[in-house]
């Protein structure tokens, strides 16, 4: 039998090819494409010509993708793939390759499950990853399941959901899910120095040079803080590092920041600032499982539902959640007026308060807007006025940090020596118009949102050997910057981990350095929201 089989297949690979058939290859080689394909189609019948049309069909296939003529492609193809012959995968390769060009997306994925050979599935993955790295979000996740195998698959995802400029819940769970044991280790601490990544917005489309920043702008005087506090912690032995970007008010630049590879090993990120940075940086930081802190907004609620989003300072529903627990132990009565500014955090906090203190039992007597020109007569419609004697409010709260609205209402209450208890934001503290030791009646509290310990020794400390180096006292942002270096130490450190997370929940409150302290079990923003009041010209916070 055996010599009878090679005599067959020798008078077999004798027979001699068509001339039509090496003329189609000639043209497929010189990439005549329109010409070799109807020389090929006449030798696709497999009854007629046996093996040979297997080939044909396959080099068929090529000439009509080669003429963008992909569903002649597929046509010609699909007759072939699932036969028992030498070119099957790659026949299903290029098969896979004309559904992709003929927009048959799924049919290319499930033909590319069934490539055995190695080398070729090699290739599908390739294709794979150039064809559907800028397909919609929503296919690429409804259809991680079924072909998280093909790792070309596993790539486009990730160049997808990377490009995304906010990621939903569903897409961050689909990225761990197709990361797996590659992310894994993502975090793990490669040395013991603390690596912190510093964006800010230093210049813009209007300042476009870093000399020209004034350094009473407050990025100046946060930036000056962070510096000032790491050149600290490493006087003290502290192993840190920190890399500072400009993030240039420009997604598009900072997109390209984010692809720094010193950003993917960083163990925290610092900024930036405004609203569009925050949710890039923060969509990014939730996919890398880097922590990022926004250091001076108190709008981040939606960081509750994140992972690694923070904020330094108190959110609204903490601030709000402070205040109505405040004004319960001081029981000053249930009579309520509320005065706050058009800023996009005081109208939150307002509504927030107003459905907080309804549901407390309070009353609020009056919830109105006010601007630097209806102030006073905001507070003498309430009775703050000369010879009143009797008012129908005990208690109010102005929410704003304008100097402007803060001036009238501060003038006022001076003036006619009035009693009334009276909660303002901590920055009216910084105000130079206001003399609060001065009052008859020390009337006026101050809302928590990460208070400075002006009369505390660190504070005292801080403030002469920074004044010793560079001759001016800090600013409240600087001293904020440098309280926030200290926290991420203390939060971070090769003695305690690198895990921000596990760290925070592990203390109910940290006290501060040149704050009064902070409370992140649980949660992803300051909870620590307390009254303060001024007590022989020294600041202390409510019982």
Do not use: C
Request: aromatic share 12%; net charge negative.
């Amino acid at each position: 039998m055996i010599p009878v089989f090679f005599t067959l297949s020798l008078a077999f690979a004798q027979i001699p090819t068509p001339d039509a058939y090496r003329k189609a290859q000639s043209e497929l080689a010189a990439k005549n494409y329109w010409e070799a394909i109807p020389l090929f189609k006449q030798f696709t019948d497999p009854k007629e010509y046996g093996n040979l049309a297997n080939y044909a069909a396959f080099h068929l296939g090529e000439a009509a993708l080669g003429a963008n003529q992909p569903a002649q492609a597929v046509a010609a193809l699909e007759p072939i793939v699932s036969g028992n012959w030498a070119k099957e995968d790659d026949a299903k390769y290029l098969l896979a390759i004309a559904y992709f060009k003929n927009q048959q997306n799924i049919e290319a994925l499930q033909i590319i499950k069934k490539i055995k050979d190695d080398k070729v599935m090699a290739m599908a993955a390739n294709a794979t990853y150039e064809n559907l790295k800028q397909v919609s979000v929503s296919f690429m996740i409804a259809n991680i399941s079924e072909f998280k195998e093909n790792k070309g698959y596993g790539e486009a995802l990730k160049r997808v959901l990377e490009s995304q400029t906010i990621l939903s819940a569903t897409e961050r769970a689909a990225y761990y899910e197709l990361q797996g044991k590659g992310f894994e280790n993502k975090n793990v601490v490669k040395d013991q120095i603390l690596d912190i990544v510093v964006i800010l917005p230093f210049t813009n489309s209007s300042r476009t040079n870093l000399s020209n920043i004034p350094q009473n702008d407050f990025v100046f005087e946060l930036y000056q803080g962070l510096e000032y506090g790491m050149e600290q912690l490493k006087l003290s032995g502290t192993k840190v590092n920190m890399l500072t970007f400009d993030s240039k008010r420009d997604i598009a630049h900072l997109q390209n920041i984010l692809a720094d590879p010193a950003i993917a090993s960083a163990d925290i990120i610092i900024g930036p600032i405004y609203p569009e940075e925050t949710d890039l940086v923060s969509s990014f930081a939730e996919t890398a499982r880097i922590p990022f802190v926004h250091p001076l907004s108190n709008l981040g609620d939606r960081f509750e539902e994140l992972n690694y989003s923070y904020l330094f300072r108190p959110s609204v529903s903490s601030i709000a959640a402070g205040i109505v627990e405040s004004l319960r132990k001081q029981n000053w009565g249930k009579r309520v007026a509320i005065g706050y500014s058009a800023s996009s955090r005081d109208e939150m906090l307002a509504k927030m308060l107003q459905d907080q203190l309804g549901k407390a039992g309070f009353q609020l007597v009056k919830f109105e807007q006010i601007t630097a020109r209806n102030t006073s007569s905001f507070l003498q419609g309430l009775g703050i006025r000369s010879g009143q004697r009797s008012m129908p409010v005990d208690q109010i709260i102005l929410l704003s940090d304008d100097p402007s609205i803060a001036q009238p209402a501060f003038s006022l209450m001076e003036s006619i020596t009035a009693s009334i208890p009276t909660l303002v934001m901590d920055s009216w503290l910084g105000f130079d118009f206001a003399n609060y030791e001065m009052m008859e009646f020390p009337n006026f509290y101050f809302i928590g949102n990460n208070t400075l310990n002006f009369y505390g020794e660190p504070m005292q400390q801080f403030r002469n050997k920074f004044y010793n180096t560079y001759l001016s006292y800090p600013s409240m942002n600087t001293a904020l910057g440098v309280e926030m270096v200290n926290w991420v130490a203390s939060s971070m450190s090769d003695s305690k981990g690198f895990d921000l997370r596990r760290n925070l929940d592990q203390n109910a409150f940290q006290a501060g350095k040149l704050t009064w302290g902070f409370n992140f079990q649980g949660t992803h923003n300051n909870q620590y929201v307390p009254l303060f009041k001024l007590e022989a010209g020294e600041l202390k916070p409510l019982d």
